[in-house]
């Protein structure tokens, strides 16, 4: 069975300072994989999503990159964090053209 | 741009309730909406409706899709506490690669 990962579970950091975060997936190949952001416990945010190595695709203008550098790897980095990047980031993943897609269980991040 | 309502925006019940949580949405490139259940940490997932007018039916949730009128309905009969979660629908865009989601219904179901 499949089976996605994502560490640190909680992290407080000071603003200015970098980040990475990391999410892997077990059990299949060649996932699509996602990074939302959550503020507020509202609705998600997609920030970048990832068809296979190397290839990212950025929904929203920001102080964050992501990098893919094997199959099931994916990766959220920021090299200054900004108070705003505050929030609940989570990692998804889903197979081919199905739609649905199997979450993480997420990183609470703080920034101070 | 892509837009995604889901009202309310919260919501508190006693249990044995029935609750209607609504969707609407305007969205290019349509091809299905998902509902998830988020509770504290990561959603999880419940329906995917493709077609107008067919209900997906799991336990006492239920939920059905209106493509020309654009919106989804999600029904929660005979709540109980453990109902209680933000539930989130997002319609794929993009080809299958992406969804949108909405702001989320806060349920809460009491005693």
């Known amino acids: 069975s499949q089976t996605i990962h994502q560490w640190p579970a909680t992290l407080v950091q000071p603003v200015g300072s970098p980040l990475s975060l990391e999410c892997t997936v077990e059990g299949t190949s060649n996932p699509n994989l996602y990074w939302y952001r959550q503020a507020a416990g509202r609705g998600l945010q997609l920030l970048f999503y990832s068809v296979g190595i190397g290839q990212i695709s950025s929904e929203v203008p920001q102080n964050l990159s992501a990098s893919r550098p094997q199959d099931r790897q994916f990766i959220l980095s920021s090299k200054k964090l900004l108070l705003s990047d505050s929030g609940f980031y989570l990692c998804?993943?889903?197979?081919?053209?199905?739609?649905?897609?199997?979450f993480g269980p997420g990183t609470r991040l703080t920034v101070t | 741009e892509d837009k995604v309502v889901q009202s309310p925006l919260s919501l508190v019940v006693h249990e044995g309730d029935t609750v209607t949580l609504n969707c609407s949405y305007e969205v290019t490139n349509f091809r299905s909406l998902l509902w998830y259940k988020q509770e504290k940490k990561a959603p999880t997932f419940l329906f995917m409706l493709t077609s107008s007018g067919i209900e997906k039916k799991s336990g006492r949730l239920s939920s059905i899709l209106d493509k020309k009128e654009l919106f989804s309905i999600l029904n929660i009969t005979a709540t109980q506490t453990g109902d209680s979660a933000i539930y989130l629908c997002?319609?794929?865009?993009?080809?299958?690669?992406?969804?949108?989601f909405g702001t989320g219904t806060q349920l809460k179901v009491e005693l």
């Open positions: 997002a319609p794929d865009t993009g080809g299958g690669n992406k969804l949108t």
């Open positions: 998804a993943w889903s197979v081919g053209n199905y739609y649905e897609q199997y």
